[in-house]
C-alpha cells in the first residue's frame, strides 16, 4: 500500500500548495490528505525542510520543461530571453505559491537533495543565450538578467510595479532589461524605455522627460544663463 507513498506524499503537498499557498504546508495536513498517519512521512522525509524541497522540485522541473521549451525552439537569442522572461511571469501568475516556495533561500541554502542544483538549470540556459548574443562576460550578465526576472515577476506578483510605473506594462520591463543586460538597443526597445520613463514621471507627479537633442542642451544652457543673470541683476 505505502509503496509509492513519497511521491504520494509530494503530490498530496503539490495539491495542497496551489489550492491553499505554502502556509498550507503542514505536515499534519499532507499526510492527512494522503491517507496516512501524521507520522508516516517521517519515514521518507526526516524533516519539514526536506519534503517542503522534494514538493518544490515539482516545481522546478516544471519551470525547466517550459524554459527549455523556448530554448529549444531557436531563433534569435535576445527575442529567446525575452520570450523566457515572459515565462518567468506567467509561471509566477499561474502558479504563485509554488513560486514563492521554489525561491526560498531556506530551502536553497539547506536542503540536502540538491535543490540549489536544480535551480541553476535556468542560469545554464541564460548563460547559453547570452553566450549566442554575443554579450559579455557572459555568465555575469546573465547572473544579472536572471535577477532582474526574478525582480519583475516578483514585484509584479506584489503589485509594486504596477504602483510604481502607474500601468501593467511588463512586456516592456522585460525587453528593457534583456536589451540592457545584453548591452544592445533597439529603436523600438529606446522607444518603450522613453514611455516607461514618462509613465514613471507622471506617477511621481513630475512633467514627463524626453530624450534631450544638441538643441535642447543648447536652450537649457541658455535659459540657465539668462536666468543666473537676471538674478544678478536684482541681487
Known amino acids: 500500500?505505502?509503496?509509492?507513498?513519497?511521491?504520494?506524499?509530494?503530490?498530496?503537498?503539490?495539491?495542497?500548495?496551489?489550492?491553499?499557498g505554502v502556509e498550507a504546508l503542514s505536515l499534519r495536513e499532507i499526510a492527512r490528505r494522503a491517507g496516512v498517519s501524521h507520522g508516516a512521512p517521517r519515514r521518507y522525509f526526516p524533516t519539514h525542510q526536506r519534503l517542503l524541497g522534494a514538493i518544490a522540485r515539482e516545481g522546478y522541473r516544471e519551470f525547466d520543461r517550459r524554459i527549455s521549451a523556448v530554448a529549444a525552439a531557436g531563433g534569435d537569442p535576445a527575442e529567446q530571453l525575452l520570450q523566457i522572461g515572459r515565462v518567468y511571469v506567467a509561471f509566477a501568475e499561474s502558479d504563485r505559491g509554488m513560486f514563492e516556495l521554489m525561491f526560498r533561500h531556506d530551502l536553497l541554502r539547506g536542503n540536502e537533495i540538491g535543490l540549489r542544483q536544480d535551480s541553476l538549470a535556468l542560469f545554464d540556459v541564460l548563460v547559453r543565450l547570452a553566450e549566442r548574443a554575443g554579450a559579455k562576460p557572459a555568465r555575469r550578465r546573465a547572473a544579472a538578467l536572471w535577477a532582474n526576472l526574478q525582480g519583475i515577476a516578483q514585484l509584479h506578483l506584489w503589485g509594486s510595479l504596477e504602483l510604481a510605473a502607474g500601468a501593467d506594462d511588463v512586456d516592456t520591463l522585460l525587453r528593457t532589461a534583456v536589451s540592457a543586460h545584453l548591452g544592445t538597443q533597439d529603436q523600438a526597445t529606446s522607444q518603450a524605455d522613453r514611455a516607461t520613463s514618462q509613465a514613471l514621471d507622471r506617477a511621481a507627479g513630475q512633467a514627463p522627460s524626453q530624450a534631450a537633442g544638441p538643441a535642447d542642451e543648447h536652450t537649457a544652457q541658455h535659459t540657465a544663463q539668462q536666468t543666473a543673470q537676471e538674478t544678478a541683476l536684482g541681487a
Do not use: T
Open 1 to 20: 500500500m505505502h509503496d509509492n507513498l513519497p511521491d504520494r506524499l509530494v503530490q498530496a503537498g503539490v495539491a495542497l500548495l496551489r489550492q491553499e
